[in-house]
């Protein structure tokens, strides 16, 4: 079982480029949740999916981002014209089930640098 | 509203001596409370988990927490530092009620002086 998998670990960007961030579950886990670090704060919810759905996405700023999670392959956060605001550890996390007794499984983050 | 404190963003021990990590949190319900660790251009690791069983939790490592409620504390502590220890500790306080609630403190940087 190889765990949460995000890729690419480090992503550098110009202002205005584009970002995708990818996030495969763990094996059997239909549930992902983004979360962003930024420097000296702790995590912060971003969006909550399940397969081809989004459950919750109360944390994800307004404009120029998104996610999803289709019905096969990684979940996908984007994030359109980037600016240097958005530099920050990007982590996803999954889960089999939602609520706190199934646990959740980190990934090691991409790493996002907006040059 | 709930929120986590841990109360020190650095902590500084000789290898060998003990460790304490402080976390507080703040709650109307009876949280599940975690602590992860996070070695440089790392991922997050669970070190351990209270869900309301035994107040003291054994982690990994040889890390510990005990789960206070008259004093809303989880704090983590571990007899003896390693080098190894070196690292970013995270408090996580999970509300019942599910994902939104994951609530995580901002850190503490532990430094192992050998």
């Known amino acids: 079982n190889a765990g949460v998998m995000q890729n690419p670990r480090h992503l550098v960007r110009r202002r205005g480029q584009e970002a995708r961030l990818r996030c495969s579950p763990m094996?059997?886990?239909?549930?992902v949740y983004w979360y962003r670090q930024l420097p000296e704060e702790g995590l912060k919810f971003m969006v909550y999916l399940q397969k081809e759905n989004i459950i919750d996405e109360s944390g994800m700023p307004k404009e120029r981002f998104s996610a999803e999670f289709p019905k096969e392959g990684p979940s996908i956060l984007r994030i359109q014209q980037v600016v240097r605001g958005d530099s920050a550890a990007y982590f996803c996390a999954s889960s089999p089930g939602q609520g706190e007794n199934y646990g959740y499984t980190f990934g090691s983050g991409t790493r996002l640098t907006v040059v | 509203a709930q929120s986590v404190t841990q109360l020190d963003s650095h902590v500084s021990v000789s290898e060998g001596t003990p460790v304490l990590l402080r976390c507080n949190y703040s709650s109307s319900y009876s949280p599940s409370l975690f602590w992860y660790v996070q070695h440089p251009n790392k991922g997050l690791q669970l070190l351990l988990k209270?869900?309301?069983?035994?107040?003291l939790v054994k982690g990994i490592n040889g890390f510990e927490a005990e789960f206070k409620k008259s004093e809303t504390s989880f704090h983590l502590t571990k007899p003896s530092a390693h080098m190894s220890d070196a690292a970013e500790y995270f408090c996580?306080?999970?509300?019942?009620?599910?994902?939104?609630?994951?609530?995580f403190g901002i850190g503490t940087k532990l430094q192992v002086i050998p």
């Open positions: 209270y869900t309301s069983a035994a107040t």
């Open positions: 094996k059997g886990h239909s549930h």
């Open positions: 996580v306080v999970i509300y019942s009620g599910g994902y939104q609630k994951v609530t």
